[in-house]
């Protein structure tokens, strides 16, 4: 299973960016998609999931109404809709592929995550 995240790039506070994650092959069980970001000087954090039938969205809760996780399985993409930007969104944003594990909250811990893909720059300028 090999992830790529694109779709990064400089945009000014308050704009918008759409990541995609492009899966070249969903493993068996490993379907569930989960986004992370690392800012400068920061440690890795969790940014959303989504599930295998995408019915389970989720989202780390300094995010919610401005993030969007979608899921186009025809084509093996994962996106992240990036809304009303922010400087602190400013990160490496990595996409990652997991089994479904047991646990009300494993899809926010990056252990879980069996494949990575190699991160998109995002800056966001104030």
């Known amino acids: 299973v090999q992830l790529q995240a694109s779709g990064g790039g400089l945009v000014q506070a308050g704009g918008s960016l759409r990541l995609s994650c492009a899966v070249s092959?969903?493993?068996?069980?490993?379907?569930?998609i989960g986004w992370f970001r690392q800012g400068p000087g920061k440690e890795r954090e969790w940014v959303s999931f989504i599930g295998p039938t995408a019915g389970r969205l989720y989202y780390a809760d300094s995010l919610k109404g401005r993030f969007t996780v979608s899921r186009d399985d025809a084509n093996n993409i994962v996106y992240l809709q990036m809304n009303n930007m922010k400087p602190e969104d400013t990160a490496v944003y990595y996409c990652?592929?997991?089994?479904?594990?047991?646990?009300?909250?494993?899809?926010?811990?990056?252990?879980?995550?069996?494949?990575w893909g190699q991160g998109t720059q995002v800056t966001v300028s104030s």
């Open positions: 092959e969903f493993a068996l069980g490993h379907d569930a």
């Open positions: 990652a592929a997991a089994p479904e594990h047991y646990g009300s909250t494993w899809y926010e811990k990056s252990a879980n995550y069996d494949y």
